[in-house]
């Protein structure tokens, strides 16, 4: 082969490896992407934020605030239309349809969350099972399904009515399952009767089950402590380490907040786990393999903010996210301490889905306003806000190179930033 053939050969490998990188670093497999923290690869930020997005197309997906995935050129999503529950795959370039499914999931809202509407609340997963792409829905009413995530086709589903008198708990099931070592792993069930469960990802084969509470609203984490693998949560009456092998209780804290709404996804800061909930502050947890036991230490408490449905961020040293004190206000925590080192003005929503990506963070309020500020320990700064829907915005979004995909109350859009 010539000089200049096995040149050109070896830039063709190259700009391949490039753009799989590139897509790699953009994929949004999961809740809060793919470590389930909120930060975002393969982002780099404008040298000038544009005025206005660019919106690059918009359709009508069905109800619900469940967050968009984003696998390769791929997006998937679960939403509700009608009486039915509908997992989907659309374009990620045009918005076109690939395929969708659909079942009956009839539910009646509690009256305290009527205004969420009936769609589901659990983010999807998207997992490469024996090499074959496999994602996995959980619905409102808490049906458990995977598809074949490039055809669509149905491989298992479950519903669990035959186990527990409630198969959802008070407003609707919310936690998103997780996938660890070929284990699907989610909290079935319902009020004051529910199961933390272990499948096989491939085949649904159920691996293990540990009944002790019921289902809360947060999402589990997987964290490595004292040389065990477990699974970090909020249930229903508890914050709780469970063994992933084979789902053995290892510790937990008794937690529980108003009208039993336990939602707050945690976070792990180095050897420190981060809690919260509404009117419970936010506070920080030691744990600890001590004398052939397993010992919880609170190591810092902060009383002056607190988090109800916002989950937040960790930027090195500091801790970010959205206090439901004062009608919606920022905050910026040192994580090692717990010290306040600001809150930003009041009244600033309900809630805020909230994402980092190096030194940018972006919020999104419930109100639908895409609030964009940079890391800072002296103050929030605002570099641009955004209005990107009329409906109501409860999803996290999802960033893929410089567009952003919005879920809103019953739309999705792909806005660009140039």
Known sequence: MSQ???????????????????ARA?????????????????FTAPKAWPEQLKQRWKITVGAGHSSPLVIGARVYLHSRLGENEVAAAYDLNTGKTIWQDSYPAPYTMNPAATGHGK???STPIFSNINGGGKLYTFG???????????KGRLLWRKDFARQFKSTAPDFGSATSPIVDRGLLIVHVGGSNSGALKAFDANTGEEKWSWNGDGPGYATPIVVEIAGKRQIVTQSQQNII??????????????????????????????????????????FAARVEWRDNQWVTETVWENKEVSMYMNSPLLAG?????????NKGQFFCLDAASGKTLWTSDPRQGENAAMLIAGDTIFSLTNDADLIIT????????VIRKYHVAEKPTWAHPAIVGRNILIKDETGLAMWGLE
């Not at 009413?141 to 995977?146: A, N, R, Y």
């Not at 940079?374 to 700064?381: H, I, L, N, P, R």
């Open 4 to 22: 200049s053939k096995t040149r050109n050969v070896l830039l063709t490998l190259v700009l391949l490896l490039a753009v799989v990188q590139i």
């Open 26 to 42: 953009q994929d949004w497999p999961r809740w809060r992407g793919a470590n389930g923290d909120g930060a975002v690869t393969g």
């Open 119 to 121: 769609g589901p609340k």
């Open 140 to 150: 409102i009413t808490g049906v458990l399904s995977c598809y074949d995530a490039a």
């Open 241 to 282: 380490g469970v063994l992933v092998d084979n789902g053995s209780l290892l510790w937990k804290i008794p937690f529980t907040t108003a009208y039993t709404q336990n939602i707050v996804t945690p976070i792990r800061y180095k050897d420190l786990l981060i809690f919260s909930g509404l009117n419970k502050g936010v």
């Open 317 to 325: 040293n500091l801790l970010f996210g959205l206090s439901h004190k």
């Open 374 to 381: 940079s890391v800072a320990d002296k103050g929030a700064k």
